[in-house]
């Protein structure tokens, strides 16, 4: 992996909430993480963790948007060892300008041929924490185009969110509606090579085009709560038992459920 990021890079992310990073992965990378997100997700689809897969929807549109697996890592030794490799968690810490990183949950984000567009949204807002410097990356697994649904930003809007976001349902701008003042800002597309990565603060609203064409658009992903965050009182992806365990305030720093895989 080319993991080096440059005090213009950072700056860039800081200004926008987002940056894309060129050939990231190398071609060998590129394989294992086809390798690992292909059969990952074969096997959740067979076994089924059905509170894994699209978040329990069985909403027919949403099924369009994308095939969603959570927390492969937990079940796929080749996915673990990709995702617990601390240069990652440098990147995105030295990015986002915190000392610690914690993965919140990885997903791999499958959008199918003629797949829906991916409504805009916030992340942060879905989490048990809540977080101006939570990150998250976007591994283009094939090459990200206008026409498969490479992702959209809206620059800056990390600044200006407030902690409220909208489903990604039909209503492909339905976040306007919340924050009617971001209808001014130009969005910008950021199509990529397969290899390279997107990363996007928690904050930073985005959204993806529809699938145009007849091949899958594959992405693995991770989203990143800086080390020292806590609970909000949001359940999103923790354990029953777990979530009535906690109280809001409380450090979310069970490394189990939240490994820490870099630190400053
Ligand atoms: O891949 C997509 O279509 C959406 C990605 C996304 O929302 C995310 O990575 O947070
Ligand atoms: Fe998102």
């Not at 601390?86 to 914690?102: E, F, K, N, Q, S």
């Not at 091949?215 to 009182?233: H, Q, V």
């Amino acid at each position: 992996m080319n993991t080096q990021v440059t005090p213009d890079q950072i700056a860039f992310y800081q200004e926008n909430g987002y940056i894309v990073l060129e050939n990231f992965l190398t071609p060998d990378d590129l394989e294992r993480w086809r390798w690992a997100t292909d059969e990952s997700v074969a096997q959740r689809l067979a076994s089924v963790n059905p509170e894994l897969v699209n978040q329990g929807s069985s909403e027919a549109y949403f099924a369009m948007v994308f095939t969603q697996c959570l927390k492969l890592a937990d079940s796929h030794p080749g996915m673990h060892e990709i995702m617990h490799d601390p240069a990652l968690g440098r990147v995105a810490g030295t990015l986002a300008g915190v000392d610690g990183i914690r993965i919140w949950h990885d997903q791999a984000l499958i959008k199918p041929p003629y797949g829906n567009p991916t409504g805009w949204h916030l992340d942060n807002p879905y989490w048990s924490f809540s977080s101006r410097s939570s990150i998250s990356i976007w591994v283009a697994l094939d090459d990200a185009t206008l026409s498969n649904g490479c992702l959209y930003y809206l620059p800056g809007t990390h600044k200006t969110a407030r902690y409220e976001t909208v489903d990604i349902g039909k209503k492909l701008g339905g976040l306007f509606d919340v924050y009617p003042e971001w209808r001014a800002i130009e969005p910008v597309a950021t199509p990529c090579k397969a290899g390279s990565v997107v990363f996007h603060n928690g904050l930073t609203a985005h959204g993806a085009g529809a699938n145009m064409t007849n091949k899958p658009r594959r992405a693995m992903t991770c989203a990143y709560m800086p080390d020292g965050s806590t609970f909000n009182g949001t359940k999103n992806i923790l354990p029953t038992e777990y979530f009535e365990s906690l109280t809001v305030g409380d450090l979310l720093n069970d490394d189990k459920m939240n490994p820490l895989i870099w630190r400053a």
